[in-house]
């Protein structure tokens, strides 16, 4: 018999008492209900089933949560490693870094994104040109601890110049990308900006003195602007194709303000050069595909040879495996020769043309399409880069003892299959698991907690074709997640032969952040509700205000809202807004609203920017002193100041004539206020109530305006 008392959970026992105080209606004979009536007996084992019933359809598998995360448009975030920046300093020959070139920090590897090229010039001197401050400053006075205004104080004006000039000791080569870093100061806290939505401020030229088709004068510089135009910290990448000339032994680039709507003026605390990213992975397998494009024919009397280059840290130190397309499958391609250009970090791949022939798609392919895939692999790596080989049985696994964790999406496999003579590979991709995967789709899981691969069994997932050695890497890259975020001047060492990056210091200026591992399903489930709380549409005015203050790039301190009929579901919203420290709304501000607000705009309304209004007050007093005691005008005219600046905190506020009234008052050397007088001589503005308060509209702002103060003694004492 089953005791349902001694359960821990008491709803089978609610079951049970629920079923049994039926018992009277149903059958009024039943009489006896002990435990030991077999029908009770009965009805306890049905109460226990019909709970574990419930107990089982309340269950959701791990799997079946994760699926209706994606439903609601949330992938658990993958692991990664953190970013940071690093400056190379003390170059004394210009050289190139190839691709996932390894930077160490101790037993952390950090690897470049993007091929860089680092410059032996450095700056010397910098000269600001602006009618506030027109002065040439060394180069290592900009060591962080002075804040100067690279355009000045003020945003351009008609006729006038701005612009400050970098001198340099070498020029800067042609059809190369230079780093120049700008460590911006930012007094308040700006939105993170959004590319997708982001307005510029500012237009900004940026131009070297050269010569360019016979042509000797400023030439522009083809730039990319990540710093936004100095609105936050970060590098611009120039490069030109013409000669840069010297002037004095120097070279010079110049920054040229054309036009200008900044909130606050840009302030610039370092300049560095030869500053890049870097990211926290240690790439041990990578594939690089050659579009036929990119392939160079040359011809000699003897034979015509093809050739290509690549740039990365693996296909110039490591072991190749080379392939052809053929069809949409890759044949191995194993006659080619192999020249390194260290210095340049550049590998060039010769392949006799008479290989090529014997391949039907290659006349037959365009130019955008991929004609080889190279996959390079660390020399360590070579007893690990094949996997093993496809039995034709489903569910196939191999095991694999990786000490680190990988990057999900950069470990891929590539699986060959019997054509006539040749193995013809595909690359498979890696997937979480088999659920939503056909018997058609080349798909692998990567159990790392388990440390195997497994695939599919032929229903869910294709199964590898029988044959030896036919199942490889053709991508693999460690992290280790969260575990790689570190303090700065931490990465020392480089992973090069190159002999003039192996001399140059390394310096890391930020710490490394944004590292972290796999998500948790359960912090995926907290970041589902709280799609719930992320507004999606403006509707009440918290919807609004919240909203226009989350625009990308800007910094707000007060929004105030109305609208035309007060419902602001309706009609014409109006916005009223103050940038701290200006009584303007630049244009570049409400542009960046409105395309932002866009996103969230109910079809049948529209929003207006209102620019702050500034209502100039007037005051008429009469005080009477106490004895002993003189009037000072101007601790009167400071504690009325501070008064108006805490009412203006927030726009639109009214001026209540009794707060005025007791604060004066409150004078250290005043009896009595005698007599007050408020008014404004503010255009089409005399807004009274009944009481002299003033009401101000919601982009009012108040100014202290004239003070006629009268002072007397105290006579009746």
Request: overall charge neutral.
């Amino acid at each position: 018999m089953i005791e349902l008392e001694n359960l821990h959970d008491k709803t089978a026992l609610e079951i049970f008492n629920e079923a049994k105080q039926k018992i009277e209606f149903i059958n009024p004979d039943w009489t006896y209900q002990e435990i030991s009536d077999p029908g009770i007996t009965i009805l306890e084992l049905l109460s226990w089933l019909k709970f574990d019933q419930h107990e089982y359809l309340n269950k959701i598998s791990n799997r079946l949560r994760i699926k209706l995360l994606k439903l609601l448009g949330i992938k658990l975030k993958k692991r990664c490693g953190s970013k940071t920046l690093i400056q190379i300093n003390n170059i004394k020959q210009d050289t190139d870094i190839p691709k996932n070139t390894k930077f160490k920090a101790n037993n952390l590897i950090f690897e470049n994104q993007e091929n860089i090229f680092i410059s032996k010039s450095d700056i010397l001197s910098i000269k600001f040109n602006n009618p506030e401050f027109n002065e040439e400053k060394k180069y290592y006075d900009l060591n962080g601890t002075e804040k100067i205004q690279i355009f000045g104080e003020k945003n351009l004006k008609p006729g006038e110049t701005r612009e400050f000039i970098i001198k340099l000791s070498n020029l800067f080569p042609k059809n190369k990308k230079i780093n120049i870093y700008f460590e911006i100061f930012e007094e308040n806290s700006r939105n993170k900006i959004n590319n997708n939505f982001f307005i510029p401020f500012a237009k900004i030229k940026w131009q070297y003195f050269g010569i360019l088709n016979k042509i000797k004068a400023w030439h522009d510089f083809e730039f990319i602007d990540n710093t936004h135009e100095f609105l936050n910290s970060g590098s611009i990448i120039l490069s030109h194709n013409g000669e840069m000339s010297s002037v004095n032994e120097n070279f010079l680039i110049k920054c040229k303000l054309e036009s200008s709507d900044y909130d606050f003026m840009p302030k610039v605390s370092k300049i560095k050069i030869n500053i890049f990213e870097v990211t926290q992975q240690d790439t041990q397998c990578e594939s690089i595909f050659i579009k036929k494009s990119d392939l160079k024919i040359k011809q000699s009397q003897e034979q015509k040879s093809i050739k290509f280059k690549t740039s990365s840290h693996l296909s110039l130190y490591g072991k190749h495996m080379l392939y052809i397309k053929n069809k949409n499958n890759w044949i191995i391609f194993e006659r080619f020769k192999i020249n390194q250009d260290i210095q340049a970090g550049t590998c060039e791949f010769e392949i006799n043309n008479q290989e090529l022939e014997q391949n039907q798609d290659f006349e037959n392919l365009n130019q955008n399409d991929d004609i080889f895939l190279l996959v390079s692999y660390l020399k360590d790596f070579e007893n690990k880069i094949i996997i093993g080989s496809g039995t034709g049985f489903s569910n196939l696994t191999f095991e694999q003892n990786f000490e680190n964790l990988t990057l999900y999406n950069k470990c891929k496999i590539m699986i060959g299959e019997k054509n006539k003579k040749n193995l013809c590979f595909k690359i498979w991709n890696r997937v979480d698991d088999f659920f939503s995967s056909s018997k058609f789709d080349n798909n692998f899981v990567y159990e790392e907690n388990l440390k195997i691969i497994a695939f599919g069994d032929n229903h869910h997932g294709a199964i590898p074709e029988n044959e030896k050695n036919n199942i490889r890497f053709c991508e693999l890259c460690f992290t280790n997640g969260q575990d790689s975020n570190i303090r700065e001047n931490m990465i020392k060492d480089v992973e090069t032969q190159n002999k003039i990056l192996k001399n140059a210091s390394i310096n890391q200026i930020l710490p490394a952040t944004g590292g972290q591992d796999d998500e948790i399903l359960e912090d995926g489930e907290k970041r589902a509700l709280n799609l719930f709380k992320n507004i999606k549409r403006a509707v009440t005015a918290e919807d609004y205000i919240k909203i226009i203050k989350n625009t990308p790039g800007i910094m707000l301190k007060d929004v105030s809202i109305a609208s035309s009929n007060q419902k602001l579901i309706q009609n014409k919203v109006y916005v009223a807004i103050k940038i701290p420290g200006k009584n303007y709304i630049p244009d570049s501000y409400k542009k960046n609203i409105l395309n932002w607000f866009e996103n969230f705009r109910l079809i049948n309304t529209q929003i207006e920017i209102l620019d702050p209004v500034i209502i100039k007050i007037n005051l008429k007093i009469k005080i009477i002193l106490k004895p002993g005691y003189s009037c000072d005008k101007l601790i009167i005219e400071k504690k009325l100041e501070n008064f108006f600046e805490k009412i203006n905190q927030k726009m639109g506020q009214p001026l209540i004539y009794g707060d005025l009234f007791d604060t004066i008052e409150r004078f250290e050397f005043v009896d009595y206020l005698s007599n007050l007088e408020i008014s404004s001589d503010t255009n089409n503005f005399e807004n009274k109530s009944n009481y002299d308060n003033i009401e101000a509209p919601i982009n009012g702002i108040y100014k202290l305006g004239k003070i006629n103060l009268v002072s007397l003694l105290n006579t009746d004492i």
